[in-house]
């Protein structure tokens, strides 16, 4: 079966790092998608990753590694406004996404 | 408006109500979606309609009936839920690539939707 795994919660500081996993078994493999989305609202795009190695994006960032079906987004000079769920997707080979059940990440003062 | 809406955001009913959500995408795309998304669970893709044709997930119960009357809207029609039906409902929104694969999908805010 296809699998998304991301870690169910993580807790980080004000101003600074964190690093979120995830790691993928899908049926082919066609980019891998972050989304951001705070409580209530709508997923929002962050990042897409097709080829390896780490896309920046401002504070954010995200690595892919398609050999070890591995991908992280990298959060900096973390804000209180950072805290959210965020969702890694695979797109496989019938351009289906399959999603993780996302990270939700607590930035304390 | 812009981006992708959904109405109602809110949405209590009676395991023998009716009702329908709505969506509607003010971005061009020819591809929308239905998710339902359950707390601490990964998205589930509902249904898909894509170049005026839909996708069906085949464990999709029948009490959902989506509809699609152009590609800027689409609907999913409720009727006799079940609690557990209880969760958020995005839609989303997509343009279809050239070879047939989805870029991007873009997301409304949802319907948050109770069942009692």
């Known amino acids: 079966g296809q699998n998304i795994d991301q870690p169910t919660e993580m807790t980080a500081t004000e101003g600074a790092i964190v690093q979120i996993n995830c790691t993928y078994q899908t049926s082919g493999f066609n980019g891998l998608f972050w989304y951001q989305q705070h409580a209530g609202e709508a997923p929002t795009f962050l990042s897409y990753?097709?080829l390896d190695g780490l896309e920046e994006k401002g504070r954010f960032s995200s690595f892919l590694s398609r050999s070890k079906g591995y991908s992280y987004l990298l959060l900096k000079e973390l804000q209180m406004k950072d805290s959210a769920s965020y969702l890694c997707?695979?797109?496989?080979?019938?351009?289906?996404?399959?999603w993780g059940a996302g990270t939700k990440l607590i930035i304390k003062p | 408006e812009t981006g992708v809406t959904q109405t109602p955001r809110h949405l209590v009913m009676g395991m023998t109500n009716k009702k329908s959500l709505k969506c509607e995408q003010h971005l061009g795309h020819n591809a929308m979606y239905w998710y339902k998304q359950s707390a601490k669970k990964p998205l589930e893709l509902m249904f898909v309609y894509s170049l005026e044709e839909r996708v069906e997930n085949n464990s999709v119960p029948s009490r959902f009936s989506p509809e699609c009357p152009n590609s800027s809207h689409l609907f999913l029609h409720l009727h006799t839920l079940q609690p557990e039906d209880s969760a958020l409902y995005l839609c989303?929104?997509?343009?279809?690539?050239?070879?047939?694969?989805?870029?991007?999908?873009?997301f409304g805010p949802g319907t948050r939707l109770l069942v009692l």
């Open positions: 997707a695979v797109r496989d080979s019938n351009y289906q996404l399959i």
């Open positions: 990753n097709v």
């Open positions: 989303a929104s997509s343009q279809e690539g050239p070879a047939g694969g989805a870029e991007t999908q873009y």
